[in-house]
């Protein structure tokens, strides 16, 4: 479906979201701010798709970035983006549920937009884990459960309607903008996300609503 949809996505990312989607992972790079200062640092953005986030990181510090995902078409096009930046990031093909990282190789991890897709969330928080230092933090941004209930109903009629139509218009694949609502509704709220990854075996789990619940922002923390 991400093969389909690779050359439209950037596009419609920003078009359908009216640009918010970059002050999402701009919070995301403000919130790993300490470790992007560490040029000694790692940090790896799991489900990495296009690049952008793996580039806000790389341009927001001096932290070195690698980011993975196993769409090779979405590889292709962050790899253009990052060669037309002067960005040097590793984008490696590969699994979200099965990392080719040795344990704590990393010392603070991403997942944007990512979470929702994978088959087993609960493997991927595993993964996310094993591939962190002791103390690496972890932020996973997802859509997730708008906090009033005026927000909620536009938000749906928003993502039902609108959103497959000139998804779906746009890029040719209709399917994948009627997935994208689904996925949403399926996916869980911010609290459950939180008593997830605090049961996953992550530590000081904190998240932050974007944009009124839309989106949230969950962080924690490898203990030890
Ligand atoms: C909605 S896109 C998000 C891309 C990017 N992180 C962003 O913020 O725009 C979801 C990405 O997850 C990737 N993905 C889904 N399941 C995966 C898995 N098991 N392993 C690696 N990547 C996966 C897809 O290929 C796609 O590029």
Redesign the pocket.
């Known amino acids: 479906m991400?093969?389909t949809i690779?050359g439209r996505?950037?596009l419609l990312?920003h078009l359908l979201s009216g640009n918010i989607?970059k002050r999402w992972?701009s919070l995301v790079a403000k919130s790993f701010f300490a470790t992007l200062s560490n040029s000694e640092a790692r940090i790896l953005?799991?489900?990495?798709?296009?690049?952008?986030?793996s580039l806000t990181l790389f341009e927001s510090g001096q932290a070195r970035i690698v980011g993975?995902?196993?769409?090779r078409p979405?590889l292709a096009i962050a790899m253009s983006k990052a060669n037309r930046s002067d960005a040097i990031i590793p984008f490696v093909e590969?699994?979200?549920?099965d990392l080719p990282f040795a344990d704590c190789s990393f010392e603070a991890a991403t997942?944007?937009?990512?979470l929702?897709?994978?088959?087993s969330v609960e493997t991927?928080f595993k993964e996310l884990l094993r591939v962190l230092k002791p103390g690496g933090k972890v932020a996973v941004?997802e859509f997730s459960k708008p906090t009033t209930p005026i927000l909620r109903s536009l938000f749906r009629i928003y993502f039902t309607k609108v959103l497959p139509l000139f998804g779906g218009w746009i890029s040719g694949s209709k399917s994948a903008y009627e997935y994208l609502p689904d996925s949403v509704k399926r996916f869980p709220d911010q609290e459950t996300l939180a008593d997830m990854m605090k049961t996953a075996g992550f530590a000081k789990v904190s998240y932050q609503n974007l944009t009124g619940g839309i989106a949230a922002l969950h962080i924690g923390t490898r203990p030890g």
């Open positions: 991400f093969a690779a996505y950037d990312n989607d992972r953005d799991v489900a990495c798709g296009t690049g952008d986030l993975i995902d196993f769409c979405m590969g699994d979200a549920l997942i944007a937009f990512g929702r897709n994978l088959t991927g941004l």
